[in-house]
T-cell receptor
């Protein structure tokens, strides 16, 4: 069955520290993966998608098919990065979300 | 402005009193979906629709109904709400096809007493 797993419910780092939010998936086809972010009291919004191979707000994510992972990374976390992050897998237009990881960046 | 709107944003109701949460999008998207967000459980899909008159169950459809009579609207209906349906609900829409972004509404916080 297709599934997305985010093993960490909460990740707490200090400002300036590197951050990595883990995402693992199970999918029988060629995966299309996304990261969505939800800032406090706001709606979810797309952060980045693997097909674009882009860096948004300093975040990057590389698809590793061998490890079936799509971890989100940022070398130097900022306080404004504090938010809920969701990894998602595209299943023919339908998104399957992970459980989410709350990132807390402390000053 | 391209957007997904939901109404109401906040609702407190009592067990058994039927309610409808509306969702509307102005981007001509084929795909629309409802999710509920609960602490520790993340986002769980309730129902989705690939186009007008085409709807399908998500992961947690029990206690919910939907309809898709027009492309822009996708209301969520709770015929007989129960306290375990207290949650934050999000509507989303997107174009069909691979790697397309989904756009989310602002959320509806529902409390069932």
């Amino acid at each position: 069955a297709q599934r997305v797993t985010q093993p960490e419910k909460l990740l707490s780092v200090f400002k300036g520290a590197p951050v990595e939010l883990k995402c693992n998936y199970s999918y029988s086809g060629s995966p299309e993966l996304f990261w969505y972010v939800q800032y406090s009291r706001q709606r979810l919004q797309l952060l980045l998608r693997h097909i674009s191979r882009e860096s948004i707000k300093g975040f990057t994510a590389d698809l590793n098919k061998g490890e079936t992972s799509f971890h989100l990374k940022k070398p130097f976390a900022q306080e404004e990065d504090s938010a809920m992050y969701y990894c998602a897998l595209d299943q023919g237009g339908k998104l399957i979300f992970g459980q989410g990881t709350e990132l807390s960046v402390k000053p | 402005e391209a957007q997904v709107t939901q109404n109401p944003r906040y609702l407190i109701t009592v067990t058994g009193k039927k309610l409808t949460v509306t969702c509307s999008q102005n981007m001509n998207h084929e795909y629309m979906s409802w999710y509920r967000q609960d602490p520790g459980l993340g986002l769980r899909q309730i129902y989705y629709s690939m186009n007008v008159e085409v709807t399908d169950k998500g992961d947690v459809p029990e206690g919910y109904k939907v309809s898709r009579k027009e492309k822009r609207n996708f209301p969520l209906i709770l015929e007989s709400p129960s306290p375990n349906q207290t949650s934050l609900y999000f509507c989303a829409s997107g174009s069909l096809g691979r790697s397309n972004e989904q756009f989310f509404g602002p959320g509806t916080r529902l409390t069932v007493l």
